[in-house]
């Protein structure tokens, strides 16, 4: 089970606590997300941490701090919008206030995503706050999708994305996989580099493979469609015949290879 706070934010088992109307609703919000409830899960989230605020022993504070900025993530990543309104307030005070490093940081980095697209200035003041409070430390996996799905990866190097990918593979975190690896195809293709195109849209396929549940047919949609696109430009360039049409054929005919994607595209990890 992953240790970061973000991504094990809706999977980690909650230690035995008292039955308190923050804890219930924090266990309310944990059962709406598992449900795919997101805006009714940033409600909940958003109450226990609201009623946390005004606890003199706050149990579930961070957790629910975490798992709300998680919603705003996956809201960012995956076009779920609708639960920045449930949580702005809340994380603000959280932000700025006498909590735990921790819950702080993560609170910035939910702002981080509010701000995102908006409100540029703030954001990257949110983006400063994180790095002053992480201090020396490596940026976690969900602090770099943070980044990433802010900046919607425009202005971040590849290599910087190439590492990302790894780390999620590690993660097993397909659905994030799938999104970080089309954003470096289209990297790729901006570039001109065809054939690490390819490689990096032929593993999205196989990483949206791997989803379960609501995303996975709009994920291997969306990651279907990059490698169709990046398969019509390497048949403009004339590379790579029989990989078009291979592709072309799995495509279309459903034939998809074992790994999900064309066959003979390369293996993960080489995009």
């Known amino acids: 089970m992953t240790a970061d706070p973000l991504l094990g934010a809706l999977l980690a088992p909650l230690p035995a606590r008292t039955w308190t109307p923050a804890v219930a609703l924090y266990e309310l919000g944990r059962g709406l997300a598992a449900d795919g409830c997101a805006e009714r899960a940033a409600v909940a989230f958003a109450d226990a941490v609201r009623v946390e605020l005004t606890s003199p022993a706050p149990e579930v504070l961070s957790p629910a701090v975490e798992a709300a900025v998680l919603l705003l993530l996956e809201s960012a990543l995956f076009a779920e919008g609708g639960v920045a309104a449930a949580t702005a307030a809340t994380l603000a005070t959280v932000a700025d206030g006498p909590w735990p490093t921790r819950t702080r940081l993560v609170a910035n980095l939910g702002m981080v995503l509010q701000h995102a697209g908006r409100r540029p200035g703030a954001a990257a003041w949110h983006l400063g ?82 989803v379960s549940g609501p995303r996975r047919a709009p994920l291997l949609a969306l990651a279907r469609q990059r490698l169709s696109l990046v398969l019509g430009a390497l048949g403009r360039h004339g590379e790579s015949v029989v990989a078009d049409v291979e592709g072309m054929l799995a495509l279309y005919a459903g034939d998809v290879a074992s790994n999900g994607g064309v066959r003979g595209a390369g293996t993960p990890g080489e995009a």
């Open 129 to 210: 706050e994180v790095a002053r409070l992480r201090g020396d430390a490596e940026p976690t996996v969900g602090e770099r999708l943070v980044h990433a799905a802010a900046r919607r990866c425009v202005d971040m190097p590849v290599p910087d994305i190439q590492v990302l990918a790894r780390d999620l593979r590690r993660e097993n975190r397909p659905a994030e996989l799938t999104w970080v690896l089309i954003t470096l195809a289209d990297n790729r293709l901006a570039e001109g580099n065809l054939t690490r195109a390819l490689n990096a849209a032929n593993e999205a396929v196989g990483a949206a493979t791997a």
